[in-house]
């Protein structure tokens, strides 16, 4: 790791404050951001850890009867204690391993939005709403393409509500030696219908299947999906899989999570 | 360098360490802790995990400076002073749950997370557990035994393989 400064303010204001510096750089719970320290893809002047935020941490439910989750919140205690929303609280206990969800935030994840992320996949589907220190983002407007956001410099995710659904899943088709997924799908059904949110295969990012979703919509079956399937163009393709193996596990992953729906 | 001081095993440790000070540098290079290992570096292979305030970390992937004021717990501090083992480290001598034993300590310290979350786990739950925990010698089978043994179950029915 090239040298920096270290910060780790117990404010939500200092910790924006700390974020003005040139080259500064928030840290949630390191899972990915010390692994790329470490192999020097990035050199920020202050590291500002978020961990000793104590407001950005926890879930409650919201008058308006939203899943709030601090972005401080690790993945570990998503797992515990987001009971409300069964599959998001599945999602949470399937990332990487104890160790790393002892230690990983939503915040963070969702600041980073890797192309094989799990949580993208459970904000996009559910439109959770993205709170920050500053201003509150859809999920439909947050997320831009590959390890992209709305997220402006210094901008600290506080909080992410959720809508629970009617009925949800998700189905992550693992990469075992990243324990990232190859593709992973999440598919919420809500009164006004449904929305099927893909990780892992596109190299533009986390995308909504909407072929999936109106078919859904209409009749929430696998078998209403039976003909669909996404093109190969864009798709991910590399060591572990082609574009056509993964736009084919796309259907298959959806398929799967409509029948696990709850 | 800033100052950084921490609970160690229930004993004050201090040390000056820089940002980029990683925490299993400040335990083995500062304190001289050395059972907590280095196996990838990458947070993949768990070798060097530790609890810090009672949770399982990889050591490797967390700041020294981010355990300012926490409670850590290492391999040193899991036997008695008198050097007796405790029961997940007794279960894996009785069960042969190492062989060249670079990956124990981080398995021990899984281990003793898991048992703390789950008293009695299942087979499978255990080998979920142990999914950032890489053994390149035993096949973990031993291990998972050791586990089940240190848990308080009957293992006589599973056959050494």
Redesign the interface.
Known sequence: ??????A?PATVADAVQALTAEEAQA?GG??TL??T??QRLASPSV?V?L?GIAEIKGICQTDEGLLAIGGGTTH?EVAEGAGAYPALAALAGQI?????R??GTIGGSLANNDPAACYPAAALASNAVIVTHAREIAADDYFQGMFTTALEEGEIITEVRFAVPEAANYQKFLQP?S?FAMVGVFVAKYFDGVRVAVTGASEEGVFRWREAEAALSANFSPDAIAGLSVAQEGMIGDIHGTKAYRAHLVGVMTKRAVSAAR | MTKVTMTVNGRPMSGEVEGRTLLVSFLRDTLGLTGTHVGCDTSQCGACVVHVDGKAVKACTMLALEAEGAEVATIEGQAAADGTLNAIQAAFQEHHGLQCGFCTPGMVMSAAALLKENPKPTETEIRHYLEGNLCRCTGYHNIVKAIMAASGQDVSSIAAE
């Open positions: 790791m090239y040298e920096f400064e270290f780790r840290l390191g899972q010390i692994p320290l470490k590291l850890s961990s570990a990487g391993d104890p160790a790393v002892n230690r030696a324990r």
